[in-house]
C-alpha cells in the first residue's frame, strides 16, 4: 500500500495543471488546417505558455496530441474527439480513464515521483520506530539529507541511495529492510495532466469554430 493516497495525489497535481493552464491560456488562438469528417489538423498557438504550441491531428480511431508539452496519441471510436467532449456522464477531465486510451508506443503517462519515495522511505521507518529508535535521525541524516550521491530523482538513484545506506549502517539495523519492489513509485506526469486539460478545451474551441454563425 502507498503512503501516498493516488487519488487526493492526482487532484492536487490536476489542479496545479489547471491553475497553469489558466494562467497560460489567454490569447491563445486556433487555426483549423483540415477538417474533414473524423480527419481533422488544428494548431494553436498559446503567447503566454512556455510551451507555445501544439497541434491536435485526428483521422479514425485515433487522436495526436503533440508540440511543446510532448506527443500522446489516443485510441477509441471511430471520433476520438468525443472521448474529450465533455458531457453529463463524465468527468471534464478524466486522466485515469484516458491514460487507458493511450496507443502502444505512446508518451508514458506516470513518471518516477521523488516524493513518493521519500514518502516511502519515511514508512518504513515509522513501522521499525520501536525496534530502532535511531533510525529517524540516521535516516534525516545520511539518507535524507539532500546530497548529490543520495540522488532520489530517479529509480536507479534511489536504490542506490538506500545500497550506501544499507551499507553504512547495517550492523546497527539488523534487519532492517527497504522493500523497493513493492513501492507504488510512479505519479502522473505533469506534461500529461496538462494535455489532459489542454484536450477538452482544444475540442470545445473546434466546436464552437464550426457553430454556423447566425
Known amino acids: ?117 521519500v514518502a516511502h522511505i519515511r514508512q518504513t521507518v515509522a513501522d521499525m520506530a520501536d525496534t530502532f529508535p535511531r533510525l529517524p535521525y540516521d535516516i534525516d541524516s545520511d539518507l535524507l539529507d539532500g546530497r548529490l550521491v543520495n540522488d532520489l530523482s530517479t529509480e536507479g538513484g534511489l536504490r542506490a541511495a538506500i545500497r550506501a545506506f544499507e551499507e553504512m549502517h547495517g550492523c546497527s539495523y539488523e534487519g532492517l529492510y527497504f522493500d523497493v519492489e513493492s513501492w507504488d513509485l510512479k505519479r502522473f506526469d505533469p506534461w500529461f495532466l496538462l494535455a489532459c486539460v489542454v484536450l477538452p478545451w482544444a475540442v470545445e474551441q473546434l466546436d464552437a469554430a464550426l457553430v454556423p454563425a447566425r
Not at 510532448?70 to 456522464?89: A, C, I, Q, Y
Open 1 to 117: 500500500m502507498s503512503p501516498i493516497d493516488l487519488y487526493d495525489e492526482l487532484a492536487q497535481h490536476l489542479a496545479q495543471a489547471k491553475e497553469r493552464f489558466d494562467g497560460e491560456v489567454e490569447g491563445a488562438a486556433m487555426t483549423v488546417l483540415k477538417d474533414d469528417g473524423a480527419y481533422r489538423h488544428l494548431r494553436f498557438v498559446f503567447p503566454r505558455a512556455s510551451w507555445a504550441w501544439c497541434e491536435v491531428v485526428t483521422w479514425p480511431g485515433a487522436l495526436v496530441l503533440r508540440g511543446g508539452l510532448g506527443s500522446w496519441m489516443f485510441v477509441d471510436t471511430e471520433d476520438v474527439t468525443k472521448l474529450f467532449r465533455p458531457n453529463s456522464h463524465s468527468e471534464r477531465v478524466n486522466p485515469l480513464y484516458w491514460e487507458g486510451k493511450l496507443a502502444p508506443g505512446s508518451g508514458t503517462a506516470r513518471v518516477h515521483s521523488p516524493e513518493r519515495a
